[in-house]
Nanobody
Framework: VQLQASGGGLVQAGDSLRLSCAASGRTLSAYALGWFRQAPGKEREFVASISRGGSTTYYADSVKGRFIISKDNAKNTIYLQMNSLKPEDAAVYYC??????????????????WGKGTLVTVSS
């Protein structure tokens, strides 16, 4: 599976941004998908994940109520709608694939596949 994240950019605090992650090689329905992020000098951290069927989602407390993860199996793409962005949301965002959405809550180790990141910069 190859994952390609896109959609990052420079925004102001309070703005919205939507990230996309396109998958190739296998259909998205075979994997749970998720987003992680890594800010400079910090460890990579979990942001959100979605189950294979798309019915179950998980969010980090820091983004709950502001970010929405979704998937379109027909397009083999997942999305991360980010609203009310804060300067602390600035990071490189990565998409990942793994067996279950719940395991992604434990952190980035052991993910089956990673995409290249996309940079999100939030100015105050």
């Amino acid at each position: 599976v190859q994952l390609q994240a896109s959609g990052g950019g420079l925004v102001q605090a309070g703005d919205s941004l939507r990230l996309s992650c396109a998958a190739s090689g296998r259909t998205l329905s075979a994997y749970a998908l998720g987003w992680f992020r890594q800010a400079p000098g910090k460890e990579r951290e979990f942001v959100a994940s979605i189950s294979r069927g798309g019915s179950t989602t998980y969010y980090a407390d820091s983004v709950k109520g502001r970010f929405i993860i979704s998937k379109d199996n027909a397009k083999n793409t997942i999305y991360l709608q980010m609203n009310s962005l804060k300067p602390e949301d600035a990071a490189v965002y990565y998409c990942a694939a793994d067996a279950t959405a719940a395991t992604m809550l434990r952190g980035p180790r052991g993910m089956d596949y990673w995409g290249k990141g996309t940079l999100v910069t939030v100015s105050s």
